[in-house]
């Protein structure tokens, strides 16, 4: 099942070599070394998707490294599994993008408006560490290595736009996190970003900040795209392509057309996805009704 659920690196792998054969580009452009960065890491799930990739490309005889070299996320839980993910690696497990600003957050205004508090972030002085639970101290978090050849990929926080969350927009709690987020990008000037969020997320926020760097392709999807339409999970991605590192060889608008049209010949069904045993599922069942018979306890004590 795990081979059948990562078959879309394969499959998509397969029709980018079909492409760059038509076009006279070099396929051995693929056999490169590049340094993966994720920002609100969450679990690991770009980790594990660069693995399927590389396997893709191992089967077709291409060497194409995507190493994971920094990772970031403030829930402990996530930390915990990032390192878990990560086993047997180097890569820096950080914990907290609020620390890199000098001050951080604590003299702040609650009445501050979101200008203001934009404003703040870009004067602010920014520290070049951030500590580190993999190496249990602190570590650079930029460094001159990065270049060329790194791509980060990030999940901005959406509940202040999510039709789900608080719909509390720039007021909300989330924003100026995501400010320190799109400062630590300039200063970090990586070659390619790739960016997920909800569709109500504001582009213009990125399209200010980011937009004199890079160019920005947006793409808005939903799981039924590429072959898993069980899920329901309507999401925008934006690929940013920095104006002087990077360049694009192919129309990338083409490529996701083609790329949506292949995938859904490989339909993909929920038992491909539900990895976890018997005794996994009954154990989070037990924890997610003690958790409800605690909530109705205190309700009805309340009451």
């Known amino acids: 099942r795990m081979g059948r659920s990562a078959r879309w690196a394969f499959v998509t792998l397969a029709l980018l070599i079909e492409i760059l054969v038509k076009e006279s580009l070099e396929v051995s ?152 987020w799109i400062l630590t990008i300039l200063m970090a000037n990586r070659a390619l970003l790739i960016i997920e969020s909800v569709r109500e997320y504001p582009l213009e926020f990125l399209e200010r900040h980011l937009g004199h760097r890079y160019f920005l392709y947006v793409f808005c999807t939903e799981p039924g795209d590429v072959g898993y339409g069980f899920i329901s999970r309507k999401r925008m991605y934006i690929l940013c392509v920095h104006k002087c590192k990077a360049k694009l060889t192919y129309d990338i608008y083409d490529f996701w057309v083609l790329t949506k049209a292949r995938l859904k010949r490989h339909e993909t069904f929920p038992d491909d996805c539900l990895l976890a045993t018997g005794d996994e599922v009954r154990r989070e069942v037990d924890a997610l009704a003690q958790t409800a018979a605690r909530r109705a306890a205190v309700a009805e004590s309340t009451s």
Not at 40 to 69: K, P
Request: net charge neutral; charged share 20%.
């Open 29 to 180: 452009s693929l056999c490169n070394v590049h340094n993966l960065f994720t920002t609100f890491s969450g679990a690991g799930t770009v980790e594990i998707a660069t693995q399927f990739v590389c396997a893709a490309c191992c089967e077709h005889g291409l060497r194409f490294d995507l190493r994971a070299a920094r990772c970031c996320d403030k829930d402990k839980a996530c930390q915990v599994q990032l390192l878990r993910q990560l086993h047997g690696s180097d890569t820096c497990v950080f914990t907290d993008l609020a620390s890199l600003l000098e001050n951080g957050l604590a003299t702040w205004g609650n009445d501050w408006s979101f200008v203001r508090k934009e404003a703040a972030i870009l004067n602010s002085r920014v520290w070049n560490k951030m500590f580190c639970c993999r190496h249990g101290g602190y570590c650079p978090v930029f460094t001159a290595a990065d270049g060329y050849r790194d791509i980060e990929v990030s999940g901005p926080p959406c509940t202040d736009w999510s039709r789900a969350g608080s719909s509390k927009g720039y007021d909300g709690g989330t924003m100026p996190i995501a400010m320190i």
